[in-house]
Nanobody, 115 residues
């Protein structure tokens, strides 16, 4: 059974930082591309960042220079370091694992940026 379990969300002030983690089980983690998506209230889910099995990264323009995605294959975990957070970063953040036609999602973790 595939499980993706996110953690690290919470309430943070504008300009602050958070680090999200996503622990995977039930898949050969190292061969999967991993990604972070987010969904704000009444908005569609959007891609935030991805990292391939080879370590290549991609970022949405809205988070470039502020967010960093990384992975630790020994721990079956992908991370999202979020710095200089803005109120518009408020959303539920979801972890995704993808390989060919296989897609798996975590349950999401809430990030709220507010003073």
């Amino acid at each position: 059974q595939v499980q993706l379990v996110e953690s690290g969300g919470g309430l943070v002030q504008p300009g602050g930082s958070l680090r999200l983690s996503c622990a995977a089980s039930g898949i050969i983690f190292s061969v999967y591309a991993m990604g972070w998506y987010r969904q704000a209230p009444e908005k569609q889910r959007e891609l935030v960042a991805t990292i391939t099995s080879g370590g290549n990264t991609y970022y949405a323009d809205s988070v470039k220079g502020r967010f960093t995605i990384s992975r630790d294959n020994a721990k079956n975990t992908v991370y999202l370091q979020m710095n200089s957070l803005k109120p518009e970063d408020t959303a539920v953040y979801y972890c995704n694992a993808q390989r060919t036609i296989s897609h798996y999602w975590g349950q999401g973790t809430q990030v709220t940026v507010s003073s």
